[in-house]
């Protein structure tokens, strides 16, 4: 089976710039602004929306890891 790229690299470099665009929209102040991560993937995308935010914006924006795991409710189940 062949497979297909969906987005180039250069593609999601501005999907992330778009992400950090629209989570400073609308915050004159965002000194009390921050990033929450969550495991696992979440807290990749937290740190390059956080690198775009520093990046184009000069702003130092807080971060966070949240993980879940220990406090699931089907913690137990099989899947």
């Known amino acids: ?3 297909a790229n969906i987005m180039t690299p250069e593609d999601l470099d501005r999907v992330y710039l778009r992400f950090a665009h ?3 929209e609308g915050y004159d102040d965002v000194s009390q602004l921050a990033i929450i991560g969550m495991q696992t993937r979440g807290v990749y995308m937290g740190k390059r929306i956080l690198k775009e935010i520093k990046a184009s914006f000069d702003a130092d924006i807080d971060f966070g ?3 879940v ?3 699931r409710d089907d913690y137990r189940s099989k899947f």
């Open 1 to 3: 089976m062949k497979k």
């Open 69 to 71: 795991a220990f406090y």
């Open 65 to 67: 890891v949240l993980d």
């Open 22 to 24: 629209q989570f400073l």
